[in-house]
């Protein structure tokens, strides 16, 4: 049982280019997230999904795209990356919501942008 | 924009003494929960307190909630070295399906 894994784990990028980041978990949860983590700013939710096939916007959402095709897998995009992406990204996920809903992340993947 | 606000920014503390952390928050919740990040990972998740609920326990982990005040402290008692980490409260305001977080509170405890 692996839990949340995050894919890669550091990647450097240039202005302009794409990229993707995995997150997968193996426990089976509904709700899948994706954080920033920028020094003294704490995790701003970039978008979530409540569901395969389902994706919505969180609290800083351009510059992303997203896409829930399987239930265990949450693929981040970058289509164009810009300096201000230089972050450390968390995925988190969780059994759902209401009462219950603490989440489980992933290691974290660091990105910087030139 | 983050809801929940800790205090102290920053808190270091002698092994064996108590580690005390607040939060405030600005909206009606279902919940509010703890975490702890060491440095250069993910979040672990603490403890999680109910709006219903006035203080919980965990271990060495003692949690209040004040829904009047909008407010909730995390107290570690007996530090460890190995308590050394960041310490965010999360909101899970009413209907929503997601989680706000906070700055944190980094923590230190010296041996």
């Known amino acids: 049982n692996a839990g949340v894994t995050q894919t890669p784990k550091f990647r450097v990028l240039k202005t302009g280019q794409s990229m993707t980041l995995l997150c997968a978990q193996d426990?089976?949860?509904?709700?899948m997230y994706w954080y920033r983590q920028d020094p003294g700013m704490g995790l701003r939710l970039i978008h979530y999904?409540?569901?395969?096939?389902?994706?919505a916007k969180g609290e800083v959402p351009d510059g992303y795209n997203v896409s829930r095709l399987k239930k265990q897998n949450f693929l981040l995009g970058l289509e164009s990356a810009a300096p201000s992406q230089t972050s450390v990204y968390f995925c988190?996920?969780?059994?759902?919501?209401?009462?219950?809903?603490?989440?489980?992340f992933g290691p974290g993947t660091r990105l910087t942008v030139l | 924009s983050q809801q929940g606000e800790e205090d102290p920014q920053a808190l270091s503390i002698q092994e064996g003494e108590n580690a005390t952390m607040n939060c405030s928050y600005k909206?009606?919740?279902?919940?509010l929960q703890w975490y702890r990040q060491n440095s250069g990972r993910g979040l672990v998740h603490l403890i999680l307190i109910r709006s219903n609920e006035r203080e919980k326990h965990s271990g060495r982990l003692r949690v209040t909630l004040d829904t009047s005040k909008k407010s909730s402290s995390l107290l570690i008692t007996a530090s460890r070295a190995a308590d050394t980490a960041s310490y965010f409260c999360?909101?899970?305001?009413?209907?929503?399906?997601?989680?706000?977080f906070g700055k944190g509170t980094m923590l230190l405890v010296s041996p």
């Open positions: 909206t009606s919740i279902n919940n």
């Open positions: 988190a996920s969780t059994t759902g919501t209401g009462l219950k809903n603490e989440q489980f």
């Open positions: 999904s409540v569901g395969e096939g389902t994706t």
């Open positions: 999360a909101t899970a305001p009413s209907g929503y399906s997601t989680l706000t």
């Open positions: 426990m089976n949860h509904e709700y």
